[in-house]
């Protein structure tokens, strides 16, 4: 007797059990999640936990200088909260002030770029007020990579194989770290950061100093970052080093000590809006956020329960309706402390039903904001300098084109930051969706009495007095980190999310797409063929736009690339598994369930 597996076939099984599950965008940070749910932590604990421990075995893709949103839901409160870790720009980040340096655009990489970093003050945050476990606890895990090392990923040496010369020639603080002896480290090697290791080791050092009150000790643990060591080499770097940035001339930085002391993060309702059984949650309109939700109240006009995920109809929609949602983000997001966003229009049922209207059959290849009396902004692209931008095009390595942004994950983001992401559901039923992001290794030089560099969020401010997004001080960049949380019939379901800039909120809106109307599990929408749109202005240095591209996975059926070619998309078509870095993890009475990303270059995803 045959006995046939009922099965759907996925790359790897979706995850299934009743203890708790943690899936991240590394095999050793789920690993060191997952044991801190083992040894009596809760979701929250094993989060900060998993993060720190990204920001050492994944330095090419975020570090403490970088900044992080968070979407929880605490069993306690019964409700979801927003904890905005996105550091603002610094008292003396003027639109003036960049002018009077010849800059029409913010750099991309570099000290001028830096916003206050939040990531540690937003972990001390959620470690305080939701989490159980001592600060010892949570970051012992990430001390011990970063003394004794880890095994460097493929594209951690790729990146900094990319980035040598830059180091050696204009960032020897950051060859000090990554080019030990003048190297490349290789693939699979052990590497080590002790310079950070000693970082955290003081603050932990200096945090119980405050006695044994396990909250005394994590405020403690925020003043040595904010107020304390940490903040005073921070300072002391942006105010002495004039540093090469992708203008392709040297900078001192506006960040300062009196910027990471005023700031904190803060606890926000999130943005939410239902799709049927569904209510998801979003980060506010600091973020690119509410554009998820925007895709959504385009998409419930239609019927795309009997359509085909991998379809030309499902594909056209879907990026027909995503153009429109991202050409509002353009004209209208930005801080709401400074700029009022209209939300509740935006996410309105009149507004999109005018909006999917002007939805055709064939492809846009124009930009199209929608038009709110009193809001909003004409997005014009900045030129950049023609020297900057062709640097940026291609040939050797150069200055100019090093770290600026995010790439788009699945095509080869050669020297380009990214992001990682993490999902946790545990017993207690308590979830945690985040994307910690910036601070990675490429975006500026290693400040050497810490180990570890600022991040570069302010280049997704406008020199532009009239727009939303303009730069500030003390205002939020407009940035792409936008993990998601769904409730289904009111009660707390998924949380999701993927690295990818400009594209997340794309991924992350396929991905639901096909777990509702498909009816995938968590796996096998991870797992499909999937595609992003290349067709607005990228949020990162320098704004380009490729007006009516569609980039699609070699997965995707020919006879789909050929009907969407016909209908007006200019397809190019990439590798079979380069779409997207996803995870995701769900709750359904007493079952836990996460998936990973099995995809190429990111292969070392894991979930459990």
């Given at each position: 007797?045959?006995?046939i597996?009922?099965n759907p076939?996925t790359?790897?099984?979706e995850?299934?059990?009743?203890?708790g599950?943690?899936?991240?965008?590394?095999?050793?940070?789920?690993?060191?999640?997952?044991?801190?749910?083992?040894?009596?932590?809760n979701?929250?604990?094993?989060?900060?936990?998993?993060?720190?421990t990204?920001?050492?075995?994944?330095?090419?893709?975020?570090?403490?200088?970088?900044?992080?949103?968070?979407?929880?839901?605490?069993?306690?409160r019964?409700?979801?909260?927003?904890?905005?870790?996105q550091?603002?720009?610094?008292?003396?980040a003027?639109?003036?002030?960049?002018?009077?340096?010849?800059?029409?655009?913010?750099?991309g990489t570099?000290?001028?770029?830096?916003?206050?970093?939040?990531?540690?003050e937003?972990?001390?945050?959620?470690?305080?007020?939701?989490?159980?476990?001592?600060?010892?606890?949570?970051?012992?895990?990430?001390?011990?990579?970063?003394?004794?090392?880890?095994?460097?990923?493929?594209?951690a040496?790729?990146?900094?194989?990319?980035?040598?010369?830059?180091?050696?020639?204009?960032?020897?603080?950051?060859?000090?770290?990554?080019?030990?002896?003048?190297?490349?480290?290789?693939?699979?090697?052990?590497f080590?950061?002790?310079?950070?290791?000693?970082?955290?080791?003081?603050?932990?050092?200096?945090?119980?100093?405050?006695?044994?009150?396990?909250?005394?000790?994590?405020?403690?643990a925020?003043?040595?970052?904010?107020?304390?060591?940490?903040?005073?080499?921070?300072?002391?770097?942006c105010?002495?080093?004039?540093?090469m940035?992708?203008s392709?001339?040297?900078?001192?930085?506006?960040?300062?000590?009196d910027?990471?002391?005023?700031?904190?993060?803060?606890v926000?309702?999130?943005?939410?809006?239902?799709?049927?059984?569904?209510?998801?949650?979003?980060?506010?309109p600091?973020?690119?956020?509410p554009?998820?939700?925007?895709?959504?109240?385009?998409?419930?006009?239609?019927?795309?329960?009997?359509?085909?995920?991998?379809?030309?109809d499902?594909?056209?929609?879907h990026?027909?309706?995503?153009?429109?949602?991202?050409?509002?983000?353009?004209?209208?997001?930005?801080?709401?402390?400074?700029?009022?966003?209209?939300?509740a229009?935006?996410?309105s049922?009149?507004?999109?039903?005018?909006?999917?209207?002007?939805?055709?059959?064939?492809?846009?290849?124009?930009?199209?904001?929608?038009?709110?009396?009193?809001?909003?902004a004409?997005?014009?692209?900045p030129?950049?300098?023609?020297?900057?931008?062709?640097?940026?095009?291609?040939?050797?390595p150069?200055?100019?084109r090093?770290?600026?942004?995010?790439?788009?994950?699945?095509?080869?983001?050669?020297?380009?930051?990214?992001?990682?992401?993490?999902?946790?559901?545990?017993?207690?039923?308590?979830?945690?969706?985040?994307?910690?992001s910036?601070?990675?290794?490429?975006?500026?030089?290693?400040?050497?009495e810490?180990?570890?560099?600022?991040?570069?969020r302010?280049?997704?401010?406008?020199?532009?007095?009239?727009h939303?997004?303009?730069?500030?001080?003390?205002?939020?960049?407009?940035t792409?980190?936008?993990?998601?949380?769904?409730?289904?019939?009111?009660?707390?379901?998924?949380?999701?999310?993927?690295?990818?800039?400009?594209?997340?909120?794309?991924w992350?809106?396929?991905?639901?797409?096909?777990?509702?109307?498909?009816?995938?599990?968590?796996?096998?929408a991870?797992?499909?063929p999937?595609?992003h749109?290349?067709?607005?202005?990228?949020?990162?240095w320098p704004?380009?736009?490729?007006?009516g591209?569609?980039?699609?996975?070699?997965?995707?059926?020919?006879?789909?690339?050929?009907?969407?070619?016909?209908?007006?998309?200019?397809?190019?078509?990439?590798?079979?598994?380069?779409?997207?870095?996803?995870t995701a993890?769900?709750?359904?009475?007493?079952?836990?369930?996460?998936a990973?990303?099995?995809?190429?270059m990111?292969?070392?995803?894991?979930?459990r």
């Open positions: 007797m045959s006995v597996n009922p076939f790359t790897r099984p995850i299934d059990g009743t203890f599950v943690v899936a991240s965008t590394h095999w050793i940070a789920t690993a060191i999640g997952m044991a801190t749910l083992e040894k009596g932590g979701a929250f604990d094993a989060a900060a936990a998993t993060a720190f990204l920001q050492v075995v994944e330095p090419h893709l975020n570090g403490p200088g970088g900044d992080v949103p968070v979407i929880v839901y605490d069993a306690r019964g409700r979801p909260e927003v904890i905005c870790g550091g603002p720009a610094p008292a003396k003027t639109i003036a002030h960049y002018r009077s340096e010849g800059l029409d655009l913010v750099p570099g000290l001028l770029a830096a916003c206050v970093p939040g990531t540690f937003t972990w001390m945050l959620l470690l305080r007020d939701y989490g159980t476990r001592s600060l010892r606890e949570v970051l012992t895990p990430a001390i011990g990579y970063a003394e004794n090392g880890h095994p460097l990923v493929e594209r040496h790729a990146t900094i194989a990319t980035v040598a010369d830059l180091f050696r020639t204009h960032w020897p603080t950051s060859a000090a770290v990554y080019l030990r002896g003048g190297s490349v480290p290789q693939t699979g090697t052990l080590a950061n002790k310079t950070l290791a000693a970082t955290y080791r003081r603050i932990l050092k200096e945090a119980e100093s405050a006695g044994g009150d396990r909250d005394a000790q994590i405020e403690r925020r003043r040595s970052w904010s107020e304390g060591f940490v903040a005073e080499a921070v300072d002391r770097f105010r002495t080093q004039a540093v940035d992708t392709g001339e040297r900078h001192r930085g506006v960040l300062a000590a910027d990471m002391a005023r700031w904190r993060p803060r926000e309702r999130p943005l939410t809006y239902d799709y049927g059984r569904y209510t998801v949650c979003k980060t506010g600091w973020g690119q956020g554009v998820m939700l925007q895709q959504l109240a385009l998409l419930k006009g239609y019927d795309l329960g009997g359509l085909d995920p991998a379809g030309p499902f594909i056209h929609l990026v027909e309706c995503a153009k429109l949602a991202f050409a509002d983000r353009e004209a209208f997001y930005g801080d709401p402390d400074f700029v009022e966003v209209p939300t229009t935006l996410l049922d009149a507004y999109n039903d005018a909006r999917r209207k002007i939805v055709g059959d064939t492809a846009s290849l124009d930009l199209r904001p929608g038009s709110i009396e009193g809001f909003g004409v997005v014009n692209l030129r950049a300098r023609a020297a900057a931008v062709a640097a940026a095009g291609a040939g050797e150069t200055v100019g090093l770290g600026a942004g995010e790439p788009t994950v699945g095509r080869l983001g050669g020297v380009r930051g990214d992001t990682v992401h993490f999902d946790i559901v545990d017993e207690a039923g308590n979830m945690v969706s985040s994307t910690p910036g601070g990675w290794l490429q975006s500026s030089p290693v400040i050497p810490l180990g570890f560099c600022l991040g570069t302010a280049q997704m401010f406008w020199l532009d007095e009239g939303p997004a303009a730069l500030a001080p003390g205002k939020r960049p407009r792409t980190l936008t993990p998601t949380l769904a409730l289904r019939d009111g009660e707390p379901y998924l949380c999701w999310g993927t690295p990818g800039g400009d594209q997340q909120d794309q992350i809106t396929q991905f639901l797409l096909r777990h509702i109307h498909a009816g995938h599990n968590l796996q096998e991870i797992d499909a999937a595609w749109s290349e067709h607005f202005p990228s949020s990162f704004r380009t736009a490729r007006p591209v569609l980039v699609l996975e070699g997965r995707v059926p020919r006879e789909t690339v050929t009907e969407l070619q016909r209908r007006g998309h200019i397809v190019e078509v990439g590798p079979d598994w380069s779409e997207g870095r996803l993890a769900a709750r359904e009475g007493g079952r836990r369930r996460a990973a990303n099995p995809r190429g990111q292969g070392y995803a894991a979930g």
